[in-house]
Nanobody
């Protein structure tokens, strides 16, 4: 019943900004971690950022100082503000939801394409 829907991807020039949004719907425990991962062409999926009930948790070194993750827990929505974008940020960005209580479940969105031109 859980579904994640991403939006906000697109084409942007280097140095520009984008904000990704992900809305989770369904039966979702408050005991969860949400985050963003990305997969560039020919590469494995990698963690970008995660956020817990307390606040931001993990953040990739490659995006530190440029990307900011936030969430609206009441609406089960997570955001990724991406500033100073670089061509190497080009990837499909996936929203992730991990529910760890009362049972463990891992959900993924369909992904949204982010393309940064030089």
């Amino acid at each position: 019943q859980v579904q994640l829907v991403e939006s906000g991807g697109g084409l942007v020039q280097a140095g520009g900004s984008l904000r990704l949004s992900c809305v989770a719907s369904g039966s979702i425990s408050s005991m969860n971690v949400m985050g963003w991962y990305r997969q560039a062409p020919g590469k494995q999926r990698e963690l970008v950022a995660t956020i817990t009930r307390t606040g931001p948790a993990n953040l990739a070194d490659s995006v530190k100082g440029r990307f900011t993750i936030s969430r609206d827990s009441a609406k089960n929505t997570v955001y990724l503000q991406m500033n100073s974008l670089k061509p190497e940020d080009t990837a499909v960005y996936y929203c992730n939801l991990v529910i760890y209580y009362p049972t463990f479940n891992n959900y993924w969105g369909q992904g949204t394409q982010v393309t940064v031109s030089s």
